[in-house]
């Protein structure tokens, strides 16, 4: 990473876990573990959507971020089951996970709808997390470099270079997930190094060394700090070191480099 020219992001991903009185003794818990870590980054919670405005309060305190996991690419309307992006911002939510591979594996999403969701999160405030990545068939293929530089310009098409600040992007190869499997921090900073070229020849090269680009998969408290010295890795996307106060502590600590 680099701090001089933008932001390190620690973002917990906590995925379809934790009820009200879990989160809030986490919320509890976190603040005393990490008392001075806006000196060094900037720390986000996505909890599912129930959890939301308690968590916009229980985060307050240590001035966290609060995300959703997910959006409706559409305004208001006849869209059951659904929330937009207005309602997520109405009740203090920052942050949005925009095309998760799970959300794209098991819900459907694909480029265009990523795309609607990006320019909606954005037009309502919000700042989207998009995430993107290759299956362990595309890599052992050797078109990671060119699938992921397509999720990225199909997710950003129509976003204007005053817009693109407020994007994070996330790496997040599918086999890393979950699995244990971490990407060597060599492999992660090539592919995150491809995405900032390719937001360099849309947005221009100023533009493209402010943009956060984070890693995500199987980043732990033993693995965090090393991926996090290389030069494009700017942050972390974490899903099940997220969920303990004391390992997401650790991952936030690492990033003080
Ligand atoms: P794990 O950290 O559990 O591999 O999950 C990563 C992730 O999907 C974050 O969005």
Redesign the pocket.
């Known amino acids: 990473m680099n701090r001089q020219l933008r932001q390190t992001v620690i973002a917990g991903?906590w995925?379809m876990n934790m009820l009200t009185a879990e989160a809030k003794a986490f919320a509890d818990a976190l603040a005393p573990l990490v008392p001075d870590y806006k000196n060094w980054c900037e720390v986000v919670i996505?909890a599912p959507f129930v959890l939301l405005p308690d968590a916009a309060k229980n985060f307050k305190g240590m001035d966290a971020g609060v995300g959703a996991q997910n959006m409706s690419e559409h305004p208001f309307g006849a869209f059951t089951g659904e929330i937009c992006a207005a309602q997520l911002a109405d009740i203090g939510v920052s942050h949005v996970?925009i095309g998760?591979?799970?959300r794209r594996e098991y819900y459907g999403e694909n480029d265009c709808t990523v795309n609607a969701k990006v320019l909606a999160a954005l037009s309502a405030g919000l700042k989207p997390i998009l995430?993107v990545g290759e299956s362990l068939k595309q890599r052992e293929t050797g078109v990671t470099n060119d699938l992921v530089s397509m999720q990225v310009k199909a997710a950003l098409h129509g976003v204007s270079p005053d817009s693109i600040r407020d994007v994070i992007i996330?790496y997040?190869p599918v086999w890393?997930?979950?699995?244990?499997m971490t990407a060597t921090p060599e492999d992660a900073q090539s592919v995150c190094a491809a995405i900032r070229d390719v937001l360099k020849g849309i947005y221009g090269e100023d533009a493209a060394q402010s943009i956060t680009i984070q890693y995500?998969?199987?980043?732990?408290d033993k693995n965090a700090f090393e991926l996090l010295s290389q030069p494009d890795i700017d942050g972390g996307?974490?899903?099940?070191?997220?969920l303990k106060p004391e390992t997401f502590a650790a991952i936030i600590n690492a990033a003080n480099q």
């Open positions: 991903n995925k996505c996970i998760h591979s799970e995430c996330a997040e890393a997930i979950g699995t244990g995500g998969g199987s980043m732990n996307l974490i899903g099940g070191a997220s």
